[in-house]
């Protein structure tokens, strides 16, 4: 595995500081949690260390392992091993979830997994996930619920294996079926060659995802860091009393 290193990492969007200065490094086989009250800069961090071009990074690092991951293409920051769960909004006609996912598999591997083996492959994570072969022939998106385009996601992060996946649980939340789909896929990878950042702005998630660093992110900055119990206390307490500490007013 290979460490994401994060160093002072300054996010613009049309011009406005969103990010201060983000330190953060995960080491392989760790899990993050990064909690938040809404308007922090949780999902601007997400979508900064993927590369989308609305996010502008003004000062700051992002390595992954000896890779300068701010110097690649979307496309190639994927290649190298990052993944970004986001609900793709868009339906695609005439496109399935399997075409779709063969896709992105033989694209983010730089060569063709042959259909013998990519059926192969996608039987066995959908079985995983305890999902209906008939998902696989289904047009992408199309009339899909919440819970199913999540599945799709996780589906995909299965299939693509990545070295560090950043997990967004949108404010909206997911019922509690489609919670423990992401849990499981996340919890079937884990290991010393995979590293992950699951974006919170709620507990609920990490009672199935055990995170072994809990960092809050607050007004565009990591303001403290701790093991599982601090996710407990937020819970507990909310967010007002980490402000207080800091001395920002609400
Ligand atoms: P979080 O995910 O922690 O709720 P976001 O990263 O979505 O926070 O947002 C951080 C800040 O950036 C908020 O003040 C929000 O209003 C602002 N923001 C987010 N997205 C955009 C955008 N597309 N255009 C302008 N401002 C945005
Ligand atoms: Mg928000
Ligand atoms: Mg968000």
Known sequence: GVPLTVRNLHVSIDD??????????????EIHAIMGP???GKTTLGFALMGHP????????VMLGDQNVLEMEV?????????LAFQYPFEVSGVTVANFLHQAVNAVRGEEISVWDFQEKLAEKMELLEMDESFAGRYLNEGFSGGEKKRNEMLQMLLLEPKIAILDETDSGLDID????VAKAVNSLRGPNFGAIVITHYHRILDHIKPDVVHVLMD???VKTGGPELALEIEKKGYDWIKAELGLAD
């Open 16 to 29: 406005k500081e969103i990010l201060k200065g983000v330190d953060l490094e995960v080491k392989p086989g």
């Open 220 to 222: 565009g900055r990591i």
């Open 75 to 83: 496309s190639d920051r994927a290649k190298a091993g990052l993944f």
């Open 54 to 61: 609305r996010y502008e990074v003004t000062e700051g690092t």
């Open 178 to 181: 489609a919670l423990k789909v």
């Open 38 to 40: 809404n308007g922090a």
